[in-house]
């Protein structure tokens, strides 16, 4: 097993004159996979391929289990690629598509025959050894291209919007068979999505990135509850949020007054003007009028979700969203927030 | 494919076999066929015997053009495909110097750039040989070749590449087992028009070869000069085959062989 250690990583491009990665520092563990979750453009695919020897860093280092693999050409790494578009050669069948890499090994005929009757079997795809890559739908050419790269026992996997270009139910299908493949093999692994369910539902760990920087790294459950800034906090959900000041434990807003936790961390915050979020989940439906942490508003709209009710609220010139497991009784209501929800950044 | 086009495709057909073809397989075997006779009044075999008389030079001058046309194209091929993927790195604003250079030869009348090529080799003293035609014929279909390879170039998407790289390819292998695979049909397009720019030239061939080099061009202009039709028609029927027989290898190989190869291109 692989662990993969990023260092220091720098990557500026003069044709379009914009910083992609601006100190990339990163650490994967043997068998453990990494989804990195941006927007585009933020340089996640850039990052996979200076991790793949694709493409030169500036400055910094990929290391290999401590093995520093900056001078070490993309055909002698060992870390395989598979990308959005599939990608597969349009001149060979499926069969030699998987074999392709094995044949770059120079492994014999009969092996590289074994090894491909074996990974068509995993990837669900025996007897498709002859089609052509158009002769198959988005699925199955997405399935060849991961038993393309698994065939050649990668050290590392580096997937890039694997997922993309598939429908709902294949997706969820595929994001399946990659986390089984991934922990059956025991593959580092990483994947870059643009799409935050495919990142939680595939990665153990999530890496948020923004403009060529890590902004937060850590499980799902940490990245959602406790943003680390105010953009990872609306790149996570639909926050409800709105500005304020903060005045020692309380923050003073236009709808109402917020009092923060006795233990909470934003109390160390200076005071001043404060950007607040509230995830739809924290509100809920008050008992009580009037006070602290409670706000009036109007149901604008209103609908079952499912599982939950979500409502559409407005709060003097504010639109905010409440999921919660009754539907709102009347148009005109108060909704108080838990303190403990309250996530606060200096503006 | 539509009925009008379909009927269109068939009238051009009938109408370069009723028009070209017809009349040039009568004139190889016409003796005599005066105007206004619709068809020869004698026959005679003649102008096809003429093939294999060597002093009548059509074999030697069918090799020559062969090896001519072939030469062309590898060196064409050698020199194309490394520029193009040189120009694909220079910046987008700076593209039109590359292209007014590429394209500068186009822009000058051929008599003018032959009389030039040939001022200079015969500085060099290569003139009057293959080599000083091989040149000649190379200015003027370099700049078709790059043109056409790099407008395929330009679609054509490099992660393929990439993919190879990753999965252990070395850049020779990437170069050899992808990229020449992917652009196989647009190297052939572009070696069949540089092929049949070079088996055509006459001014550039009877120039730089200094008339010792006989070239089917050559041969057929000398016997429609002296007015013997029925070998003139044998030599044009010559000069016919090898670009009908490439034309047709090409149709095939584009229409059987695609395999979705376009996809590689974003096209």
Redesign the interface.
């Known amino acids: 097993m692989t662990t993969l250690t990023v260092r220091q990583l720098y990557k500026y491009f003069p044709?379009t004159k914009s910083h992609a990665l601006r100190g990339i520092n990163l650490q994967v563990e043997g068998g453990q996979h990494l989804a990195i979750v941006g927007p585009s453009g933020c340089g996640k695919s850039t990052l996979m391929?200076i991790i793949?020897?694709?493409l030169p860093a500036d400055s910094g280092q990929v290391n290999y289990n401590k093995q520093n693999m900056n001078n070490i050409?993309?055909?002698?790494?060992?870390?395989?690629?598979v990308?959005q578009?599939h990608?597969l050669?349009?001149?060979l069948s499926v069969a030699e598509n998987i074999s392709?890499?094995l044949r770059?090994?120079k492994v014999g005929t009969a092996e590289r025959k074994r090894q491909v009757s074996q990974i068509l079997q995993l990837v669900q795809l025996a007897g498709f050894e002859q089609r052509?890559?158009?002769e198959l739908s988005g699925g199955q050419q997405q399935r060849v291209a991961l038993a393309?790269?698994l065939v050649?026992a990668p050290r590392l996997l580096?997937l890039d919007e694997p997922l993309a270009n598939l429908d709902a139910h294949l997706r969820r299908q595929m994001a399946n068979l990659i986390v089984d493949i991934q922990q059956q093999l025991q593959l580092t692994t990483i994947t870059v999505t643009h799409n935050q369910e495919e990142a939680f539902s595939m990665g153990n760990r999530v890496a948020l990135m923004f403009t060529g920087t890590i902004e937060q790294i850590g499980d799902g459950q940490s990245l959602t509850s406790a943003p680390v800034s105010a953009r990872a906090a609306q790149f996570f959900g639909n926050w409800n949020h709105i500005e304020g000041v903060k005045r020692g434990t309380a923050i003073e807003t236009a709808v109402a007054r917020f009092l923060l936790p006795p233990h909470s961390r934003y109390r160390e915050i200076a005071d001043g003007k404060v950007q607040l979020f509230l995830r739809p989940e924290a509100l809920r439906i008050g008992t009580q009028k009037r006070g602290n942490n409670r706000v009036q508003v109007t149901l604008m709209r209103c609908f079952h979700g499912g599982s939950r009710w979500h409502s559409q609220l407005q709060a003097d010139n504010l639109l905010w969203e409440m999921i919660s497991d009754h539907q709102p009784p009347h148009q005109s209501l108060w909704v108080e927030v838990a303190p403990e929800a309250l996530i606060v950044f200096s503006l | 494919m539509s009925r009008f086009y379909r009927i269109v495709i068939w009238a051009i057909t009938l109408h370069i076999l009723l028009l070209l073809v017809i009349p040039l397989i009568l004139w190889t075997i016409s003796f005599r066929w005066h105007f206004p006779a619709l068809l020869p009044t004698h026959y005679s075999l003649r102008a096809w015997q003429a093939i294999f008389d060597p002093t009548k030079q059509i074999g030697v001058a069918l090799l020559n053009s062969l090896g001519i046309a072939c030469a062309v194209t590898v060196i064409n091929l050698l020199i194309g495909l490394p520029v193009v993927r040189m120009l694909q790195r220079i910046?987008i604003a700076h593209r039109w110097v590359s292209d007014l250079i590429v394209l500068f030869p186009l822009l000058i009348t051929p008599l003018a750039i032959v009389l030039g090529l040939y001022s200079a080799l015969s500085s060099l003293n290569i003139v009057n040989n293959a080599l000083a035609i091989i040149v000649a014929h190379v200015v003027a279909s370099l700049p078709y070749m790059i043109i056409i390879l790099r407008a395929i170039f330009t679609n054509f998407?490099r992660?393929?590449e990439?993919?190879?790289?990753?999965?252990?390819?070395?850049?020779f292998?990437v170069a050899y087992?992808?990229t020449l695979?992917?652009l196989?049909p647009a190297i052939l397009v572009s070696s069949l028009f540089v092929f049949l720019i070079s088996w055509s030239q006459y001014l550039s061939t009877l120039l730089m070869g200094g008339g010792r080099l006989i070239t089917l061009p050559l041969l057929m202009i000398s016997y429609a000069a002296a007015g013997d039709y029925p070998l003139m028609s044998v030599v044009t029927l010559i000069q016919f085959m090898p670009p009908l027989i490439l034309l047709v290898i090409n149709a095939f190989y584009l229409s059987g062989?695609?395999?979705?190869?376009e996809?590689?291109f974003a096209l």
């Open positions: 044709t391929k793949a020897g694709l050409a993309a055909h002698h790494r060992g870390a395989v690629m990308f578009d990608l050669f349009p001149f392709f890499g770059m090994q052509r890559p158009h393309r790269a050649v580096l | 910046k998407d992660r393929y990439e993919v190879a790289a990753s999965l252990g390819a070395s850049p292998q087992q992808v695979s992917l196989a062989r695609s395999y979705g190869i996809r590689a």
